[in-house]
């Protein structure tokens, strides 16, 4: 497994140095003051160093160090979320809760594997005790608006997100403790999917996929980032225990559900008013602005492989 991750970080740094080189030259010959593109894309190779550097580390920590940071991620995007939402104090217990009891649980669960109530332990018993405790405060003002974002705050924050460290606990018939490069290829490649829509929509973008949720995305961008994404997928199957035309099948459901989570991000993002979740990562927004991808692309793909390819 160490031969194929290192594989995985030398091609990671490869590109970036490339784009790294590429702003560069750009920015070098483009005329000052430079554009908000130019500008808007050295900050995102910037903070993709950043990104790749501390997923690095925490690969090298292997599942310890994986399950520290999702929870670290989590907490962050969780505080975004929360910190646009109407609160009252009578919720008070029910933030404290969502911080300090929800998150560590749910992270413990992962590392002992306990599967079947890491699947239910949100969805079920937070869901009913978590307008329960509201209740009991007696403080109806937009209760249901308020219960409603605090239970999809947790859901997509924590409970969709946890499922990439979960991947390490499967147990793949001739993958042991290679799950690792499960996570590698399902973080490269919804990010990449990301990216790929991105420069394809800037390329050929015409027709409009959702105006009035996210102007920036279109139909070229996304059936081009989609197409390269699955052929990206298919390219990575060596460190995976899929096929070619496998990887470049669960690649492609992946990065369809990743267009969803962004989709329902950014629509989050309208009905609140803002652009951006956070200003955490210069030139990539928040926390929830990197992981909104992730949050239904985890749960899906971490099922497959769960269904498929596992005992």
């Known amino acids: ?63 310890y160090g994986m399950t520290i940071l999702f929870a670290l991620i989590s907490f962050a995007a969780l505080r975004e979320f929360v910190t646009l939402t109407h609160t009252r104090r009578s919720d008070h217990w029910v933030l404290l ?27 079920v018993y937070c869901f009913l005790l978590m307008p329960a405790i509201t209740a009991l405060h007696g403080d109806t003002e937009r209760f249901l608006e308020r219960i409603a974002a605090q239970q999809w705050a947790v859901m997509i924050s924590v409970y969709c997100v946890s499922h990439v460290p979960a991947l390490l606990t499967l147990e ?55 197409v390269s994404a699955s052929l990206l997928g298919a390219l990575l199957s060596f460190v995976t225990p899929f096929s070619p035309l496998q990887a470049a099948a669960v690649a492609f459901v992946a990065c369809s559900m990743g267009f969803l989570g962004g989709l329902v991000a950014s629509a989050i993002k309208r009905d609140q008013g803002v ?28 099922h497959l492989v769960r269904y498929f390819w596992t005992v």
Do not use: C
């Open 1 to 63: 497994m160490r031969h194929e991750i290192s594989i995985l970080i030398i091609g990671l740094l490869a590109v970036l140095t490339t784009a790294s080189i590429v702003a560069a030259i750009l920015s070098a010959r483009a005329p000052k003051p430079l554009s908000s593109t130019l500008v808007n894309l050295t900050q995102r190779i910037n903070a993709w160093w950043v990104m790749v550097a501390l997923m690095t580390v925490a690969f090298f920590f292997g599942r």
């Open 97 to 123: 809760g969502m911080f300090g009891i929800i998150i560590p649980f749910q992270y413990w669960l992962v590392w002992t594997a306990w599967y079947g109530l890491f699947v239910i332990f949100i969805p």
């Open 172 to 226: 793949v018939p001739g993958f042991e403790g290679r799950t690792l490069l499960l996570i590698a290829f399902l973080i490269i490649v919804v990010q990449g999917s990301d990216v790929l829509q991105y420069i394809f929509g800037k390329l050929f973008g015409k027709h409009r996929f959702s105006p009035n949720v996210s102007p920036s995305k279109t139909w070229e961008g996304l059936i081009g980032g989609l």
């Open 275 to 302: 652009k951006d979740w956070g200003h955490l990562i210069e030139g990539h927004g928040g926390m929830m602005d990197r992981t909104d991808s992730l949050v239904f692309a985890a749960p899906v793909f971490f």
